[in-house]
């Protein structure tokens, strides 16, 4: 064989064994041609409230388009803020459509991540990060806050007891927007109520969640609503705790319908309401917008009591038809631009 034979030969073998050798090369089928990915915060894909709620989202995005759980929508869980910009920089590295970050903590993680990959697109939730490959949605919470605190306020004046509670998370200026808004709510129809307030400082820590609760209702707390993510789920198991044993005491949920997680007994649920907040349609909202080549980088979308972005839960077992009743009337004034809910609580 001649030497110039030899060598074709060599480097046919070559390129059989180590095809296109130093590129980066994205394989996508037909039938996953669109991917999606969510990077948690801190409080898992199960916390039961905001993460959960967005993951529930994208499932239903994924259903509906025939994607495949795993390959066609996933998701990558943080267990500390440290893991915000890896996570989100995997997924851009795989080359997902569309990267959402759930929650205002992600602010900086995302403005870095999206800096390095121009290519890619991003959903930040909850917090606006300015750049052309980032679309953020933002919600009037304090106007949802208000009609839970609406609800809190009828209910313990009817059952003639005249303190509640909030709960935050962190105290940050979107979770005072929460407090704001119940405080003013439960004013509106009740004047004289307290309104006992308390941050935890974490949105990850039922351990803590409970025992301001326990602080809380032993200062006579008749509700608490809580905007604390799964620290939240801590109240929730205290005020179940202490209706099963006859002090009957109720608990508000957010951002989705918390009835569930307030069961006990034979099917009672400790949850009086909740305060949802439909990340789930942000996030379902925004990934067929990407898909259908529509994506609104750049912009901001708001999501309020006029656009049905933020509200009650569509049932409510536990609040009387007069109460609903109130709280739809303000409902429409807040929607109509007749009623102003405050987004900053009273110094």
């Not at 795993?70 to 890896?86: F, T």
């Not at 709960?167 to 927007?177: D, R, S, T, W």
């Not at 536990?318 to 609903?324: A, D, G, T, Y």
């Amino acid at each position: 064989m001649r030497r110039s034979g030899l060598i074709f030969l060599i480097m046919a073998v070559l390129l059989v064994f180590f095809p296109a050798c130093g590129q980066k090369k994205e394989v996508k089928t037909e039938e996953q041609s669109f991917r999606v990915g969510l990077v948690t915060d801190v409080g898992g894909i199960d916390d039961r409230s905001f993460n959960q709620g967005t993951w529930e989202g994208i499932v239903r995005f994924g259903k509906e388009m025939g994607l495949e759980e795993g390959v066609g929508y996933k998701y990558l869980q943080s267990s500390q803020e440290a893991d915000y910009v890896p996570n989100l920089a995997t997924f851009a590295d795989e080359g997902l459509d569309l990267i959402v970050a759930p929650g205002f903590l992600f602010q900086n993680a995302v403005a870095e991540v999206a800096k390095q990959y121009p290519d890619r697109k991003f959903l930040v939730i909850d917090t606006v990060v300015e750049a052309p490959n980032v679309v953020s949605a933002v919600f009037a919470e304090h106007e949802g806050s208000f009609l839970v605190g609406v609800a809190a306020g009828l209910k313990a004046k009817q059952d003639g007891k005249n303190v509640v509670g909030f709960l935050g998370g962190m105290q940050f200026p979107l979770i005072e927007k929460f407090q704001a808004g119940f405080e003013a709510g439960v004013k509106a129809v009740y004047p004289e109520c307290t309104v006992l307030v308390d941050y935890a400082g974490d949105f990850a820590a039922p351990d803590k969640g409970q025992a301001i609760a326990q602080k809380q209702f032993n200062a006579g707390a008749y509700i608490i609503f809580h905007a604390a993510g799964g620290t939240g789920n801590g109240m929730i198991k205290e005020a179940k705790e202490r209706s099963q044993k006859g002090d009957i005491r109720w608990a508000i949920g957010v951002d989705k319908d918390q009835y569930q997680d307030g069961i006990y007994g034979e099917g009672t649920s400790a949850v009086l309401t909740s305060m949802v907040k439909r990340v789930d349609v942000a996030a379902y909202t925004v990934a067929k917008m990407t898909m259908e080549g529509n994506f609104p980088g750049g912009q901001t979308l708001a999501f309020s009591l006029k656009n049905d972005g933020v509200g009650l839960p569509a049932e409510n077992p536990n609040l009387s038809p007069e109460i609903l009743a109130v709280v739809e009337e303000y409902a429409k004034k807040i929607a109509s631009g007749e009623l102003v809910v405050p987004d900053t609580p009273k110094k």
